[in-house]
C-alpha cells in the first residue's frame, strides 16, 4: 500500500496470515506511512509446499521482498513469531533497517535455556506440537481463544481460528523452530532503535521474554499493554497504533 522506498514491514505471527494486521493498516496509511505486507511461506495466500519453513527462510523471505520492492529504508514490526523473523532479517538488511518493532516477539528465546530463565520449556512446546498433529481443528480453535485475555467477539476468535487453519499442516516446522531459537547476540548486534510493545496478560509469549530484549539490545523502548494478551494490536488497537506511528514518525 502506498509508494516511495521508505516503508514499514509487517510480518505476522507463525500459522497466521497478513490480514491480522487489519486493525492497523488504515491508521499507518492515514500517517502517510507505505505499508508492506506479506503471508509467511505456507500462510495465508502463499504456497504450501515448500520444503523450508524455517524462521531463517521466512527471514531471507523478507529481506528479498525488501530487495524486490527498492526499499531503501524500512521498519521491520514482527508479531510473535514475527519478532524473531525480523530480527534475523534486520541483521541482513543493516543500514537500511531504520527500526525494529518486536509486537509480543518470540525473541531473544521462546523457551528457557541454562542461562535464560524466561519463556516456556521443551516439554510444552512438544506437547503443544503433538496435540496439534493429533486434532489440529479443534487446537487451533483453543489457540485462538487464548490469543486475546480481553473480552473480544466471538467473531474475532472465530476469524482467528479461520486465518490459522488456512495455514498449511507443515507450518509446524515453523513452530518447531522456535525450540533452539536463541537470538541474544543478534540482539546486541544490532544498532538501529528498537520497540518492543508487551502484552501484560500474553499466555502465548510470556511477557518477560519481551522485556528481556531491553537486557541484550543497546537502544530498547518498552511499552507495556495492560489490558492486552497476545494481540495488543487488536484488544488495544487505539493505543497500539497511536504507539507504533510515533516510533514511525521518527525513524521514517
Request: aromatic share 6%; hydrophobic share 45%; with cysteine.
Amino acid at each position: 500500500y502506498g509508494s516511495g522506498d521508505r516503508a514499514v514491514v509487517l510480518v505476522h505471527g507463525w500459522g497466521s496470515s497478513l490480514r491480522a494486521w487489519d486493525y492497523n493498516l488504515q491508521a499507518l496509511r492515514a500517517a502517510g506511512h507505505r505499508v508492506v505486507l506479506l503471508d509467511h511461506r505456507g500462510c495465508g495466500n502463499s504456497d504450501k509446499d515448500f520444503a523450508d519453513m524455517g524462521i531463517e527462510a521466512i527471514a531471507g523471505d523478507v529481506v528479498a521482498l525488501v530487495e524486490h520492492l527498492g526499499l531503501e529504508r524500512v521498519v521491520l514490526n514482527g508479531w510473535s513469531m514475527g519478532g524473531a523473523v525480523v530480527v534475523s532479517a534486520a541483521s541482513q538488511l543493516g543500514a537500511r533497517c531504520a527500526g525494529l518493532v518486536l509486537t509480543c516477539g518470540a525473541t531473544p528465546c521462546y523457551l528457557q535455556k541454562p542461562d535464560y530463565a524466561h519463556g516456556g520449556t521443551d516439554e510444552a512446546l512438544a506437547e503443544t506440537l503433538a496435540a496439534m498433529a493429533a486434532d489440529r481443528v479443534n487446537f487451533l480453535a483453543g489457540l485462538s481463544a487464548g490469543v486475546y485475555a480481553t473480552e473480544v467477539s466471538q467473531q474475532i476468535v472465530d476469524w482467528t481460528a479461520a486465518t490459522f487453519l488456512q495455514a498449511s499442516p507443515l507450518a509446524a516446522q515453523s513452530l518447531g523452530d522456535l525450540g533452539p531459537l536463541d537470538q541474544r547476540a543478534i540482539l546486541a548486534s544490532l544498532e538501529m532503535p528498537i520497540l518492543s510493545t508487551v502484552g501484560e496478560h500474553d499466555a502465548i509469549v510470556d511477557p518477560a521474554v519481551c522485556r528481556s530484549v531491553a537486557d541484550y539490545a543497546s537502544n530498547v523502548t518498552l511499552v507495556e499493554f495492560t489490558e492486552s494478551g497476545h494481540a495488543p494490536f487488536i484488544e488495544e488497537a487505539e493505543k497500539y497504533n497511536g504507539v507504533l506511528n510515533g516510533f514511525l514518525a521518527m525513524q521514517l
